[in-house]
């Protein structure tokens, strides 16, 4: 195995920081490395494998897909896309009538831009400090983090800043020329932090008054993570773009794009070759049906509240842990002190968990995790972070 490692180091450009763990095999919540390994999950692919590694159901559907047809352009109608958009637009806020299909978060992003900007005719846009919606250039100029923007300039102009949870701020950045301002209900690589339900009320009628275009990214947040089918659906929030992707197909490559019937796009102005192909469709639709019939959403509240009130009662005097915050099961445990060599240490102790900023852990399980792995990962995380 330390031939193939050595093969990606060589071929393989070093965008990535690297664990030096080679994973090779997963089965719902838990992980095995090229040593035989294994490692409970809380990454789950960034949040995309809500439904767990392997997902039989997903495999099933795949694997009956694959033998019918994989590919097929958007100039041509085709059954699993229809059948996909029904579903994804039944589930969700019921202002949004309309949907793209993609192939992932930051092309989501990309799209709610462009649609934004033609359906306005206006081309500003304001966004959140520490909000994160992707990479590519045009959703990088939405994300705040200057680790994530620096040597890339110049960005795609019309982009503001504001803190998060400040309403007054925000409404002095509109100019007459906002198209959109777009907004995380839970900043997942900022930290871990949940927007006020007033504050994203406030920015929904200011939306209404000044015509303004509102876009919730939900790359992370959507299909059950916080304990509902879409974390806006905590506050009773429809916004007027919805961007999807990660566990859309329980991580195999997927965005979306839900609009309301604000958005009007000419036909050829926008466009992807493999978005919205059979074998993704065919995936999401079984990554759906298996929540609704699973009641994923009330797994992941139940076990979100078991997790975050056992990890409050060991650390409520904790002389490393500042605070402990999420909803359902996305979590961050904010340290008094750098995280990674703590997030090193759990790896060494069977368990994978992500930063989200420089001093927070970040819990991100497959909502199919047990309350028996569970109760391991409260073991780990007080073996480490209690001493």
């Known amino acids: 195995m330390k031939e193939l490692k050595d093969l990606e180091d060589e071929f393989g450009l070093s965008v ?21 390994k294994e490692y409970i999950d809380c990454i789950a692919g960034h949040g995309s494998v809500n439904l767990g ?30 059948l996909l958009l029904q579903k994804l637009l039944s589930i969700a806020p019921k202002n949004l009538k309309k949907a793209f299909l993609c192939n992932s978060g930051t092309e989501s992003i990309e799209a709610a831009i462009k649609f934004s900007r033609i359906s306005t005719g206006k081309t500003g846009f304001i966004c959140a400090m520490r909000g994160f919606h992707g990479r590519s250039l045009g959703a990088l100029s939405a994300t705040h983090n200057i680790e994530h923007r620096a040597g890339f300039e110049p960005f795609v102009p019309g982009f503001e800043f504001v803190p998060f949870n400040d309403f007054e701020k925000l409404k002095e950045k ?9 907004l995380e209900v839970i900043q997942g690589e900022g930290g871990i932090h949940v927007a006020e339900e007033k504050y994203l009320q406030n920015v929904k009628t200011f939306c209404e008054e000044k015509g303004i275009l509102l876009i919730i990214d939900e790359v992370q947040t959507g299909f059950c993570r916080t304990g509902k089918m879409f974390a806006c659906q905590h506050f009773g929030l429809e916004p007027d773009i919805l961007c999807l992707a990660k566990s859309i197909a329980n991580g195999f ?96 102790n069977g368990l994978l968990v992500l930063p989200a900023g420089s001093t927070v852990i970040r819990l991100l399980p497959p909502l199919t995790i047990s309350h028996e792995e569970l109760e391991k990962v409260v073991d780990i995380l007080k073996k480490v972070l209690v001493k």
């Open 174 to 182: 509109e100019s007459g020329n906002t198209a959109g301002i777009i």
């Open 253 to 348: 490559p997927m965005g979306a794009v839900l609009c309301s019937e604000k958005i009007r796009v000419p036909t050829g102005k926008h466009g992807t070759t493999f978005g919205g192909n059979p074998l993704a469709c065919a995936a999401a639709i079984a990554s759906i049906d298996f929540m609704l019939e699973n009641d994923l959403a009330k797994e992941a509240k139940e076990k979100g509240d078991f997790l975050v009130s056992k990890l409050k009662e060991i650390f409520e005097n904790s002389e490393k842990v500042r605070e402990i915050r999420g909803l359902g099961l996305m979590i961050g445990i904010e340290l008094k002190e750098k995280a990674k060599p703590y997030i090193n240490e759990l790896m060494k």
């Open 16 to 36: 990535f920081p690297k664990r030096d763990v080679m994973i090779v095999k997963g089965k719902n919540s838990k992980l095995w490395d090229s040593e035989g």
């Open 53 to 82: 590694h392997s997902n039989p159901e997903v495999i099933q559907a795949i694997k009956e897909q694959s033998e019918k047809l994989i590919s097929c352009s958007g100039s041509f109608y085709n059954d699993q896309r229809a």
